[in-house]
Nanobody, 122 residues
C-alpha cells in the first residue's frame, strides 16, 4: 500500500509559479510510474504529466508542455510539478498518482493522494 501526500498548492496571480510536491510512503517509490492530474469543479479529472519510475521518461498533455515540468527524486520518494506562467484556467485540485503502467488515463493508476488546491487569480 502506497500513501501519497501532496503539498505546495495555494493562491497565485496569473503569470506566477508554483511547485507542487507529492511525498510517497509505504512502498518502493522508484518502482512506480507517477502522474499528476487535476480536476476543476464540474469537470472530469484531467491528465497533466507523467514520469517513469526511473525518471528517465516524461510525458505531458500537449496543452501543458512548455509551462509544466514533472520531475522526481527517488532518494526522497518525492514527485514534483513545476508550474510556470499560470493562468486562471489552471485553477483546480491537483492530484498525484502512482501506478505500474505508464498511462495518461486515471484508471492506469492504483494509488492517489488527497489533492492540493491551486487557485490562479486574474
Amino acid at each position: 500500500q502506497v500513501q501519497l501526500v501532496e503539498s505546495g498548492g495555494g493562491l497565485v496571480q496569473a503569470g506566477g509559479s508554483l511547485r507542487l510536491s507529492c511525498t510517497a510512503s509505504g512502498g518502493s517509490f522508484s518502482s512506480y510510474n507517477m502522474g499528476w492530474f487535476r480536476q476543476a469543479p464540474g469537470k472530469e479529472r484531467e491528465f497533466v504529466a507523467g514520469i517513469a519510475g526511473s525518471g528517465g521518461g516524461t510525458y505531458s498533455a500537449d496543452s501543458k508542455k512548455g509551462r509544466f515540468t514533472i520531475s522526481r527524486d527517488n532518494a526522497k520518494s518525492t514527485l514534483y510539478l513545476q508550474m510556470n506562467n499560470l493562468k486562471p484556467e489552471d485553477t483546480a485540485v491537483y492530484y498525484c498518482a502512482a501506478g505500474r503502467q505508464i498511462s495518461a488515463a486515471p484508471w492506469g493508476y492504483e494509488y492517489w493522494g488527497q489533492g492540493t488546491q491551486v487557485t490562479v487569480s486574474s
